[in-house]
């Protein structure tokens, strides 16, 4: 059975050293951004590779960009085939932080290249640490391979796209309520959200452990953010992109697919001064 959003411990467990499974720790911290490699190389999930958010999951950032723009397809697809990623490869993300970061990200980006066969460790390194599974130093004996990139940009939408977005859509945030709010900013330099858009924080999706909320949950807590509205006219963002692929494998996970990304995200949205800006919470 292959599988597409979430799979937990026992079953990863079942398949390690698995020939046809590769595990990407993506492991990362915004305020210091080697931390995720350095903890890689001290430990990680027996036969890990390690994916950087930076250098391997995003691309270069330019004047017009967010703080974590999507990678070029044939750049990432190469990396994907030296970690051993082929479109037979069943692909298992994870993080420290729930999925919070880069392993949804990771999990969006094979998506977005053709690749469905990719899921997120639910509870991430700290329930495999509670289970007293194993953990190794040992970097991995890798057979690259050939992964063949089949982008759909249909997933994602520009900020041009967001701006000109029909009535009956909504952006969803993903950001702490304060920053949404514009109370604080600790990453942007513009405090704020998108005038219309709502916000969902990532972490309400969470168990107080660290995994997700039961499917049951999930699918409540989007039914009450919203109302009558169709996953197809759904945009997540948040500040750079990455922990809005959060929001959008939670959807997915609870049975809600078919909503996309604005990779751009706030950090791309505030670049032009001449775009407008929301403080405050929204008027519904």
């Known amino acids: 059975m292959p599988y597409t959003t979430l799979i937990d411990i026992a079953a990863l467990k079942s398949h390690l050293h698995d020939p046809h499974w590769v595990i990407v720790d993506c492991r990362f911290n915004l305020m210091e951004p080697e931390a995720?490699?350095?903890?890689?190389?001290?430990n990680h999930l027996p036969d890990a590779r390690y994916a950087h958010l930076?250098?391997?999951?995003?691309?270069?950032?330019?004047?017009?960009?967010?703080?974590?723009?999507?990678?070029?397809?044939?750049?990432?697809?190469?990396?994907?085939?030296?970690?051993?990623?082929?479109?037979?490869t069943q692909v298992i993300a994870y993080d420290d932080l729930g999925g919070?970061?880069?392993?949804?990200?990771?999990?969006?980006?094979?998506?977005?290249?053709?690749?469905?066969?990719?899921?997120?460790?639910?509870?991430?390194?700290?329930?495999?640490?509670?289970?007293?599974?194993?953990?190794?130093?040992?970097?991995?004996?890798?057979?690259?391979?050939?992964?063949?990139?089949?982008?759909?940009?249909?997933?994602?939408?520009?900020?041009?796209?967001?701006?000109?977005?029909?009535?009956?859509?909504?952006?969803?945030?993903?950001?702490?309520?304060?920053?949404?709010?514009?109370?604080?900013?600790?990453?942007?330099?513009?405090?704020?959200?998108?005038?219309?858009?709502?916000?969902?924080?990532?972490d309400g999706h969470l168990t107080p452990e660290g995994g997700f909320l039961p499917i049951v949950e999930l699918r409540a807590r989007f039914d009450t953010a919203l109302p009558g509205k169709p996953p197809a006219a759904i945009v997540h963002s948040c500040?750079?992109?990455?922990?809005?692929?959060?929001n959008l494998l939670a959807m997915e996970a609870a049975g809600l697919p078919g909503s996309r990304l604005y990779p751009g995200s706030w950090s791309e949205w505030i670049r032009d001064p001449g775009r407008p800006v929301a403080t405050g919470a929204a008027i519904n």
């Not at 995720?36 to 001290?42: F, K």
């Not at 017009?64 to 990396?79: M, V, Y």
């Not at 513009?190 to 005038?195: D, L, M, N, S």
């Not at 500040?239 to 959060?246: D, E, K, L, P, Q």
């Open 36 to 42: 995720g490699r350095r903890a890689y190389r001290e």
């Open 239 to 246: 500040g750079s992109g990455v922990t809005a692929c959060h």
């Open 100 to 202: 919070m970061l880069a392993a949804a990200r990771l999990w969006w980006l094979l998506r977005w290249l053709g690749h469905e066969t990719v899921a997120v460790l639910d509870g991430g390194l700290p329930a495999w640490l509670k289970a007293g599974l194993p953990l190794t130093a040992e970097l991995p004996v890798v057979s690259s391979t050939r992964f063949d990139a089949r982008p759909d940009d249909r997933l994602w939408l520009t900020t041009a796209q967001v701006q000109a977005l029909p009535p009956g859509n909504l952006v969803l945030d993903a950001r702490g309520a304060a920053r949404y709010r514009g109370e604080m900013e600790p990453v942007d330099p513009v405090a704020g959200h998108i005038p219309g858009a709502v916000n969902l924080p990532t």
């Open 54 to 88: 930076n250098d391997d999951l995003s691309g270069p950032i330019t004047p017009e960009t967010g703080r974590h723009p999507l990678p070029d397809p044939t750049r990432l697809a190469q990396r994907l085939g030296d970690w051993g990623i082929s479109h037979h």
